[in-house]
């Protein structure tokens, strides 16, 4: 059984940062890759940024480009999210995400993220 825990999340100002992690209970090397996916209020869940495990390709969504990094530490199995210059658009509960192929995609139970003054 595959477990993504995410944390970091929680209320900052706009402009302000966090700093999202997901740890993993099986190595991301088996993985065809990690990503982070968030879903507003009303709204449907949308791919934020995605690593390919062979080759380490980034992807991002054009809303965050420049503002947000998607790193990882496979020693630890964890995934990572830096989010910069953060704007109230930017609510929403946060979810990663494990995709292996034919073996399945995998979640976690989300963070909540909330820009506000």
């Known amino acids: 059984q595959v477990q993504l825990v995410e944390s970091g999340g929680g209320l900052v100002q706009p402009g302000g940062s966090l700093r999202l992690s997901c740890a993993a209970s099986i190595s991301i090397a088996s993985t065809n890759s990690m990503g982070w996916y968030r879903q507003a209020p009303g709204k449907e869940r949308e791919l934020v940024a995605s690593?390919?495990?062979?080759?380490?390709?980034?992807k991002y969504a054009d809303s965050v480009k420049g503002r947000f990094t998607i790193s990882r530490d496979s020693a630890k199995n964890t995934v990572y999210l830096q989010m910069n210059g953060l704007k109230p658009e930017d609510t929403a509960v946060y979810y990663c995400n494990a995709n292996k192929g034919w073996f399945g995609t995998y979640w976690g139970q989300g963070t909540q993220v909330t820009v506000s003054s």
């Open positions: 690593v390919i495990t062979d080759g380490g390709s980034i």
